[in-house]
RNA sequence: GGGUGCGUAGCUCAGUUGGUAGAGCACAGUGUUCACAUCGCUGGGGUCAUAGGUUCGAAUCCUGUCGCACCCACCA
């Protein structure tokens, strides 16, 4: 064997075989019919590669993976990749240019899309190859993607039944757009942002020039101000929204606006000529004791204000375009602005017609909404008609610095901490936006979703995180799962012509049928267009065979909805478009558990593993995923009574490796670990090893690469223990039988092991990784590697008789045992080591997991070995302690013992001699004069050091022990004096106490009477 | 504004029904050929953020305070 296990030369040959010898396939190395375990890898993008997240969340389900299956369940560890809609679409886009500067709008649709297949296929296995270097023991075969063949049909086939059960359903909303990849965003995909940004305030002249008395009270009720007003003042941070305003709000109490509620009031932007009039409107939205206590309602471009919008039946302009610029459609601004003041002055318009209003003033059609701004403010306050404040910098749109000058001039901004939505992929601001989107009735499919974890047929560990899963399904909002992107599930509906019903009189029909503009269209969903050009037949039919008018539906989608009518035939010839969008990566996500397993096949694989087992995740996707997960999951399955079937019973989530300052690690912040980096480095053992120990820490894991290399020695340090067991003739013996040893050591290593399989044991089902770890850490080194091997040295190397034969095949079980038990956590090494000890019938990765009877733990060989032990802690102590040379051998004679305890001590003399570097191990009457004394329980050790050591120093040491012994008797006695104490702790902690006051009071005296001793000697 | 978590040895952190504070790393000293210097042995180092309370007994339970972090919502 050599030295040192070589990671980097041995992993990729370890992976090759266990996936040659199909040691990840489902159900590998289970009997027929053993219980089923499952876990569905939260499936990483296609475009990513692998982080600390992704080493710390697949180490974990490797671990329950590998675990079960050594322990014969019928295991499946379900692999697969994301689509990944904006990032991936992102990332060719952007290979796009750098090659040959096509832009995705230039390219045809298909073209794009074929681009960005041949870019997954080139690409896409980067991070399976990657998971593969850390051990991951995934059913590769198994690979699934969520943008496959299985899995759309899945996807459609979920978004057609929620169709028609009306939980799918498009309408126009106000969403968060995304301005950089123009499409709709949903709420979880907008971080708010604190920055620094302006807040102006602006007059709103009384329309006519009309005034009111305007007054303001302090809260005894004085009056603090009166005046006469001619406008109405409000606050913004977006003056270039001002365009779309439809009301201004106060709140129904604001005495001070009580006069001129009703009336209207002037929009201060645009041609003079043409200035819009809007109402002064109560809502009660608008807080009194913030700014002005009125506020511009602009219900196109801030959601609060389109609820007021809403309630308040104020109508809604957009101002922008899908690149947030300022519209530069429609008719002049003055023809525009004449149809909103129809619409306040009660004319009623379609929503379609509003939202082809353009109020946009031509001077600044076109301009990016934060030049627009500024120009906004400028001319208003041009005008005179920005309110003046007294803090801030009159300069625009650009950030205040800490230098600008404090004594400038009062001013007409407000300096003012926003809050800003950025999108979380872009990272450009979002703009809310009126636009048509497919939404999920996410508040009715969250009932069960709540219900099932409220009554524990799914529980989160820890258990405190069900608080953030409730919290956010019971305020959910509908979820818009469109998005205008090329890559992703199209929308599987197609639209056609509405036709009116037939109680529409036959000339407003014709009139309608002869008019495409302004139409209203008809939806089919279906999961293929055959299917909704069927649909759409039937539609037609129905509603065309009353007028006699025969019809055509196209035999192939097309990108525009048509409808033409041949008159003089009666004809009409109909074809469908398909809905450009995409939607949510996250629909398809959501579909997981099932879509894997074959859904909606009724597969054998499904029936085996769903539901599957622990759901292993960062918290960061409880929202995006597992929720979401929980909702399909139990609207689509049922078990084998029929009833609703939740896709996993637990819910494990760990914590995220973050940065120093608690932020993610992300590349543009450069504060990435690359976990491959460290795999080449220190091996991949060493790396899972890290993450496993710190898998119970709280929600932020700082890695320390100092812990990788310690764990790689961790690693290094079983390597030789190994290698001592092989060059000691240590085999493995098929018929060992651990209960059956006789000697001592041997009893008491067993015991251990079992101790420490159970241990393990414990600890992976209750989601304690470190403590498994830690555990294992405690016992290969600290027990099996310092003490077992040492103290059953002589009885492998030299001849012993049986006891000889017993050594070596228990030092190979207790190795064997080690191997098994911590492969889950470092398999490289154990795969290595299991295979080069003996030659074996099954790969470790397919080994039989331990199951070792508490039965074989002794207590008198604890006891004894742990008497043994401290005698050699306590001698080796007193050597470093007295300065005695590391080489020299010296006498030891024990005094004070009780006939046991010196055959005892005559049992281990050998090992005793060894470990603690002893000439002789002698029983006595009397202790040698000028021994250093050491005090065991009842007996003390003595140590004849005359003329190696100093009495004097010797009788500090000696005084000080006693002492520190004299403060903990008096403790113990306190205690056991104190009649509460007696009278309420348990009986066995009494016990504990006296038990210990016995020992301390041994000691003492042990030791009081070598002190007395030395001192006779001075 | 609502919620969650954290503050324990120089550093990174364990500490599961309350019963005399632990690990790794770092540091200091030392090195006995015979598994391992990716090692052995030994040692120093903590009033468990803070103030109270409950209890015979609190790092652990409760309350307040201070500090840090994250999530959700958000006042124009």
Known sequence: MDKTFDASAAESRIYAAWEAEGCFSAGAGAEEGAESFCIVIPPPNVTGSLHMGHALNNTLQDILIRWHRMRGFDTLWQPGQDHAGIATQMVVERQLAESGNIRRTDMAREDFVAKVWEWKEQSGDTIINQLKRLGASCDWARNRFTMDEGLSRAVLKVFVDLYHEGLIYRGKRLVNWDPRFETAISDLEVESTEVDGYMWHFKYPLAGGETYEYVEKDEEGQVTLRETRDYISIATTRPETMLGDGAVAVHPSDARYAPIVGKLCEIPVGPKAHRRLIPIITDEYPDPDFGSGAVKITGAHDFNDYAVAKRGGIPCYRLMDTKAAMRDDGAPYAEEAAKAQAIIEGAALSEAEIDAINLVPDEYRGLDRMECREKVVLDITAEGLAVMTTAGDPRLGRKLKEDDDPDAPASLVEKKIIVQPFGDRSKVVIEPMLTDQWFVDAATLAKPALKAVQDGTTTFAPLNWEKTYFNWLENIEPWCISRQLWWGHQIPVWYGPAIPDKSTRLDAFMAIMEMPEGREVQAFCAPSFAEARAQAEEYYRERLSIWGFQFTVGAQETPEIGCDLIAEHSQLNISLARDPDVLDTWFSSALWPFSTLGWPDETEELKRYYKTDVLVTGFDIIFFWVARMMMTGLHFMKDAEGKREVPFHTVYVHALVRDAKGKKMSKSLGNVIDPLDLIDKYGADAVRFTLTSMAAMGRDIKLD????????????????????????????????????????????????????????????????????????????????????????KPLVQRDHGPANAETQATTAWAIDQCLVLLHPIMPFVTEELW???????????????????????????????????????????????????????????????????AMRLLRHAPQIQRLARLSECAVAEHAPAGSVTLALGDCAINLPLAGVIDVGIEAARLGKAVAKLGKEIGGLEGKLRNEKFLANAPEEVVAEQRDRLQTAAAEQAKLQAALDRLSEIR
Request: proline share 6%; with cysteine; charged share 20%.
């Open 705 to 792: 690469i100092n812990r990788v290399q310690g764990y790689r020695n961790f690693g290094t340090k079983l390597w030789n223990a190994a290698r001592f067991a092989e060059l000691n003739g240590c085999k493995p013996d098929p018929d060992f039988d651990p209960a059956a040893v006789k000697h001592i050591v041997n009893k008491w290593i067993v015991g251990e092991t079992a101790r420490v399989a159970k241990t393990v044991d414990a600890a992976l089902a209750a989601y304690r990784f470190n403590d498994a770890a830690g555990a294992l850490y405690a016992h290969i080194w600290g027990v099996l590697c310092d003490w077992y091997l040492e103290l059953s």
């Open 835 to 901: 295979g080069q000890i003996a030659k074996r019938e099954t790969r470790l990765a397919l080994a039989p997991w331990p199951d070792l009877p508490e039965s074989l733990a002794d207590p008198t060989a604890d006891e004894e070995m742990g008497w043994v032990v401290a005698l050699i802690d306590g001698i080796r102590s007193i050597r470093t302690e007295m300065n005695v040379p590391a080489g020299a051998q010296i006498e030891m004679v024990m005094t004070g013992h009780t006939p046991p305890v």
